[in-house]
């Protein structure tokens, strides 16, 4: 099975030049409508910035992603099309969760309601993760639904939520999605999954066509278009395979901040949805590191990550560096605290 590669440029190239061109247009009308955020708390950032970055994002990933089925090409799984339409469906809902909070600033349970929607919309479209590979067998573990339904929740209101937090720096979800969605798209052409390689193509060029916008100093924050990036991965990493395995090395960094976030704000009492600076990149930051540093160096880490998932043909070994990063993470966590306490 082929495609012409002037498919594969025409996917990239519509996303990346429609969320250039209609960035702006967001801009404005955020200017304009005073859907902005403003320094202080947690925001450090300088004077006021728009927040509507996913307006266009959602529409640019529909029109490229569904392009290609106006040429016919062919496919190798018969669902190939449901389960597009699910993570389709899936992400307007997150699409329009994120712009009513841009506008009114959702709290933590109706954001967790519209993800959770999204998630079940998803597995109805036979979006879901039935099949672990075994890093010391290399064999193959199949799930029954009663594990399926909640690993599936799990996984994909997580990578949303995950990517949601990272957000607190210029272009880093932005840059790090966009990592992670050209390492997917190299992993499926290299097991030939031709077409489904045209999604993460597709969310690469948005994150291409929106980083000139949300680099420092950024012009537009993700705002609710943080969720729908952490979606679009999260979904992409299981209708090709089960590349869930890839998908959580790629975000194994900010995950490992989220899971510490939930403990040491349930150790302080606090809710795990009630927004802070105790993130890694604040905390880097606060030591006086440059928002450009830090994206970079995220970027870097996500970028090794990702070669580790194309290169590295062992489980067991990929499984080793999951733990190493886990212990340099977590020990860099200690330290970071104890310096912000003395």
Same mark, same amino acid.
């Given at each position: 099975?082929?495609i012409?590669p002037?498919?594969?440029?025409?996917?990239?190239?519509?996303?990346?030049g429609?969320?250039?061109?209609?960035? #702006?247009?967001?801009?404005?009308?955020?200017?304009r409508f005073?859907?902005?955020? =403003?320094?202080?708390?947690?925001?450090?950032h300088?004077g006021?910035?728009v927040?509507?970055?996913?307006?266009?994002?959602?529409p640019?990933?529909?029109?490229?992603?569904?392009?290609p089925l106006?040429?016919?090409?062919?496919?190798?799984?018969?669902?190939?099309?449901?389960?597009?339409?699910?993570?389709? =469906?899936?992400?307007?809902?997150?699409?329009?969760?994120?712009?009513a909070?841009?506008?009114?600033?959702?709290?933590?349970?109706?954001q967790f309601?519209?993800?959770?929607?999204a998630?079940?919309?998803?597995?109805?479209?036979?979006?879901?993760?039935?099949?672990f590979?075994?890093?010391?067998?290399?064999?193959?573990?199949?799930?029954?639904?009663?594990?399926?339904?909640?690993?599936?929740?799990?996984w994909?209101v997580?990578?949303s939520?995950t990517?949601?937090?990272?957000?607190?720096?210029?272009?880093?979800?932005t840059?790090?999605?966009g990592?992670?969605?050209?390492v997917?798209?190299?992993?499926?052409?290299?097991?030939?999954q031709?077409s489904?390689?045209?999604?993460?193509l597709?969310?690469?060029?948005?994150?291409?066509?929106?980083?000139?916008?949300n680099?420092?100093?950024?012009?537009?924050?993700?705002g609710?278009?943080?969720?729908?990036?952490g979606?679009?991965?999260?979904?992409?990493?299981?209708?090709a395979g089960?590349?869930?395995?890839s998908?959580?090395?790629?975000?194994?960094? #900010?995950?490992?901040?989220?899971?510490?976030?939930?403990?040491?704000?349930?150790?302080?009492?606090?809710?795990?949805?009630?927004?802070?600076?105790?993130?890694?990149?604040f905390?880097?930051?606060?030591a006086?590191?440059?928002?450009r540093?830090?994206v970079?160096?995220?970027c870097a880490i996500?970028?090794?990550?990702g070669?580790?998932?194309?290169?590295v043909p062992?489980?067991?070994?990929?499984?080793?560096v999951l733990i190493?990063a886990?212990?340099?993470?977590?020990?860099l966590?200690?330290?970071?605290?104890?310096?912000s306490?003395?």
């Amino acid at each position: 099975m082929t495609i012409s590669p002037l498919l594969f440029v025409l996917v990239l190239f519509s996303s990346a030049g429609l969320v250039a061109f209609l960035t #702006p247009l967001a801009i404005r009308w955020g200017r304009r409508f005073d859907i902005v955020d =403003i320094p202080g708390g947690r925001r450090q950032h300088e004077g006021r910035v728009v927040r509507l970055g996913g307006l266009f994002i959602y529409p640019a990933f529909l029109i490229a992603s569904v392009l290609p089925l106006l040429f016919g090409i062919p496919r190798n799984d018969p669902l190939e099309v449901t389960r597009l339409t699910g993570v389709l =469906i899936g992400m307007g809902i997150v699409w329009v969760m994120g712009l009513a909070d841009d506008s009114v600033e959702l709290g933590f349970w109706p954001q967790f309601v519209g993800l959770l929607l999204a998630a079940l919309v998803a597995i109805h479209f036979k979006v879901f993760i039935e099949i672990f590979n075994n890093p010391f067998t290399d064999g193959q573990v199949r799930v029954g639904w009663y594990l399926m339904v909640p690993i599936t929740l799990v996984w994909i209101v997580g990578m949303s939520a995950t990517v949601n937090m990272l957000d607190g720096l210029d272009g880093l979800a932005t840059g790090v999605v966009g990592i992670s969605a050209l390492v997917f798209f190299v992993h499926m052409l290299r097991l030939q999954q031709y077409s489904v390689s045209l999604l993460p193509l597709a969310l690469l060029g948005c994150c291409v066509g929106f980083l000139p916008y949300n680099f420092n100093p950024a012009r537009i924050f993700l705002g609710g278009g943080a969720h729908l990036l952490g979606y679009a991965i999260g979904t992409l990493s299981i209708i090709a395979g089960a590349k869930v395995a890839s998908g959580l090395l790629l975000l194994w960094v #900010p995950i490992l901040d989220v899971m510490w976030q939930i403990y040491s704000r349930w150790k302080r009492g606090q809710s795990i949805g009630r927004g802070d600076r105790g993130h890694l990149h604040f905390r880097l930051q606060d030591a006086g590191y440059g928002q450009r540093q830090i994206v970079f160096g995220y970027c870097a880490i996500t970028a090794v990550l990702g070669l580790i998932a194309l290169l590295v043909p062992s489980r067991l070994l990929k499984l080793a560096v999951l733990i190493g990063a886990a212990v340099i993470i977590f020990l860099l966590f200690i330290l970071l605290t104890r310096k912000s306490a003395s």
